[in-house]
Nanobody, 122 residues
Framework: QVQLVESGGGLVQAGGSLRLSCAAS????????MGWFRQAPGKEREFVAA????????AYSDSVKGRFTISRDNALNTVYLQMNSLKPEDTAVYYC???????????????WGQGTQVTVSS
């Protein structure tokens, strides 16, 4: 069992930055791949970024590539999403998720956090 708690969301102007954190409970965190997803009002949940258990492999959606960076610290049981050059279209609730393998499919993730709101003003 893995419990996930996101933090770091908030209101930021376009062009600004935020760093999201996802703290995990459980001693098996380091064996899980982690993903970030987001969901805007009226839209489906979409993949943002993922990272392998070792941190060696990462994946990004085209919409955030070059602006967002996913990383993890297994000693702290935490995964991060550094978001730079934010745009109004990045406004959404951001969720972290855990799965034994790296995947971009939300349906394949076993564990989810409750989400943190990110709002980017123009």
């Amino acid at each position: 069992q893995v419990q996930l708690v996101e933090s770091g969301g908030g209101l930021v102007q376009a062009g600004g930055s935020l760093r999201l954190s996802c703290a995990a409970s459980g001693r098996t965190f380091s064996t899980y791949a982690m993903g970030w997803f987001r969901q805007a009002p009226g839209k489906e949940r979409e993949f943002v970024a993922a990272i392998s258990w070792s941190g060696r492999d990462t994946a990004y959606s085209d919409s955030v590539k070059g602006r967002f960076t996913i990383s993890r610290d297994n000693a702290l049981n935490t995964v991060y999403l550094q978001m730079n050059s934010l745009k109004p279209e990045d406004t959404a609730v951001y969720y972290c998720a855990a799965d034994p393998v790296v995947t971009i499919r939300a349906s394949e993730y076993d564990y989810w956090g409750q989400g943190t709101q990110v709002t980017v003003s123009s």
